[in-house]
């Protein structure tokens, strides 16, 4: 893995074909791929929740 910034990452995945990572898991993935879901997702649920500690971005019940 290599950071590109502070919100981004790259993710090398020796055993993985283009997009691989994006396809529909399967028992067959390689634990390369599996790993690089994995970091995805953690940033992915960090992105959001940032996001979502931003008073800007917070939505009032009566809104809703």
Do not use: C
């Not at 997009?19 to 879901?37: C, G, I, N, Q, Y």
Request: charge should be neutral.
């Amino acid at each position: 893995n290599e950071t590109v910034s502070d919100s981004v990452i790259s993710v090398y995945i020796p055993e993985g074909a283009h997009h691989l990572d994006l396809m529909f898991s399967t028992p067959e993935d390689p634990p390369s791929v599996k790993r690089a879901r994995k970091i995805q997702m953690d940033n992915i649920k960090k992105w959001i929740a940032q996001y979502a500690t931003k008073p800007e971005h917070r939505v009032a019940s009566r809104e809703l």
